[in-house]
């Protein structure tokens, strides 16, 4: 690998990295909600969450590991964003609620754009 194409890719996972903890901040907040007692659906989030953060952080110091790991778990990880989403307004009006519904979102969106910009910088150097 190429000193640019692995500057790149170290870039992109560094700002993969912080996405990625904005999603366990929205982790945080629901395992400590009250209403994740009434709502076992709001587990799946939780564990989506803790599912790509591990996986990724595995591999961490293999930048195209990183984005070849993302790739795969993100289609999982979009799913479980969608479905609390869908739920989340039935389970709690409140503003956090609306905000991490926002946030992950967001998360799932930024990644797909970070492994589409990883699979470019790559396909770039060849």
Known sequence: MSAELERRLTELVARAQVVVAHAW????????????EDYP???EIGRAIFDLARALETR???????????G???????TAVNEFCRVAPSISSHTNYAMATISL???VTELQSLVEASQRAIRDSA
């Open 25 to 36: 901040v929205v982790r945080a907040f629901i395992r400590h909600s009250p209403e994740v």
């Open 41 to 43: 659906e709001l587990h």
């Open 60 to 70: 961490i110091d293999n930048a195209r590991g990183y984005f070849k790991m993302l």
């Open 72 to 78: 795969k778990k993100h289609a999982k990880y979009r």
């Open 105 to 107: 979102a967001d998360t």
